[in-house]
């Protein structure tokens, strides 16, 4: 049986200007590959608790979905309070198209929405995010095989500062870069995905590795690099219909936020995350979920990280032409 995914990535990314230079994020499993493709992405990460604390995915008072912005409250230090917590979310318009059958372009556009809690403050900002753009070969492709397939895409992209950086509280003090919707920098990243298939199942790998850059108040994030394991399971349930089933592993690291090319030690991240998803599949229409929560994590003074959840529908063009012949 032909195994034809492609591992649709969404490297360094993530909380857009916020958390998201320090994560990265997956968008699923889709069973439509070299076609063109236009998806909506729904992001949601939590950080809350401190070591030794509970860490709730929804900590009390907070909101999974896009709350109203709220810069009224005072900006204080973390001190330990359990209730502390810091939330980032995005929702994203993404599209791929295939130039030539081994070549794709890729652009992400993001609109984010961060909050945070401290000592009972709570804040919430939000705002257009970052442009991504980035292209990907696919350098190993052999998905037409009767039971063994496997597929090597390797890529790079840059990261547009077109969010802004300089959102204020009421009473005119700066946010801090992580709550900002834009980061302010040019970033470049590089990736590798790499996909092996038997019969039904399968393991796909993406590994990436961002370069940071610094936004006109001198602030940066440490170079990081992400990588994401997934083992699935496909079943046909009909002519029509299939879903994809799967496990998730989602490995972080960064030495957090710099200030004039130097390293704070703030928001430092190494940790490993585990998880579920689903992938279900009607025609050219694809529907991704996936949740998953922290397995281990390094020591930190900050909230520690608790779960990262996605929802993603994708609609696959039927392309039979590329612009590139080969």
Not at 55 to 70: A, C, R
Not at 215 to 225: L, M, R, V, Y
Not at 256 to 276: D, P, Q, R, S
Not at 280 to 287: D, M, P, T, V
């Amino acid at each position: 049986m032909k195994i034809k995914f492609v591992l649709f990535v969404l490297i360094t990314l993530s909380f857009s200007a916020s958390a998201c230079d320090i994560c990265g994020c997956f968008m699923g499993l889709t069973p439509y590959d070299n076609q063109s493709s236009v998806g909506l992405l729904y992001r949601y990460r939590s950080f809350s608790g401190y070591q030794g604390q509970n860490h709730y995915t929804f900590p009390t008072g907070s909101k999974f979905l896009f709350p109203k912005n709220d810069r009224t409250a005072s900006l204080t230090e973390h001190n330990g309070n359990p209730n502390d917590y810091e939330l980032y979310r995005t929702i994203e318009i993404r599209g791929r198209y295939f130039v030539h059958k081994r070549i794709e372009l890729n652009a992400i556009i993001a609109y984010n929405s961060n909050s945070e809690r401290y000592n009972g403050n709570t804040s919430s900002i939000s705002g257009v995010g970052d442009i991504n753009l980035y292209a990907g070969y696919h350098l190993i492709r052999k998905l037409d095989q009767s039971t063994f397939n496997q597929r090597l895409i390797v890529g790079a992209g840059l990261k547009l500062p077109s969010g802004k950086n300089d959102l204020k509280t009421t009473s005119g003090i700066r946010y801090s870069a992580l709550m900002q919707p834009g980061t302010g920098s040019t970033d470049g990243f590089v990736y590798a995905n790499y996909l092996i298939g038997y019969r039904k199942f399968g393991l796909s790998i993406n590994s990436s590795y961002k370069f940071n850059g610094e936004n006109n108040e001198q602030e940066g994030i440490a170079n990081s690099n992400t990588t994401f394991l997934n083992l699935f399971y496909t079943q046909k349930i009909s002519k029509d219909w299939q879903v994809t089933p799967s496990v998730q592993f989602f490995y972080e690291k960064s030495a957090g936020e710099t200030y004039k090319g130097v390293k704070t030690g703030e928001h430092e991240m190494n940790n490993l995350m585990a998880g579920i998803g689903a992938d279900l599949y009607y025609k050219n229409i694809a529907l991704n979920i996936g949740i998953q929560k922290n397995a281990w994590e390094a020591e930190t003074d900050h909230p520690q990280s608790a779960a990262k959840i996605y929802l993603g529908v994708t609609y696959n063009i039927n392309q039979l032409y590329y612009l590139l012949k080969s």
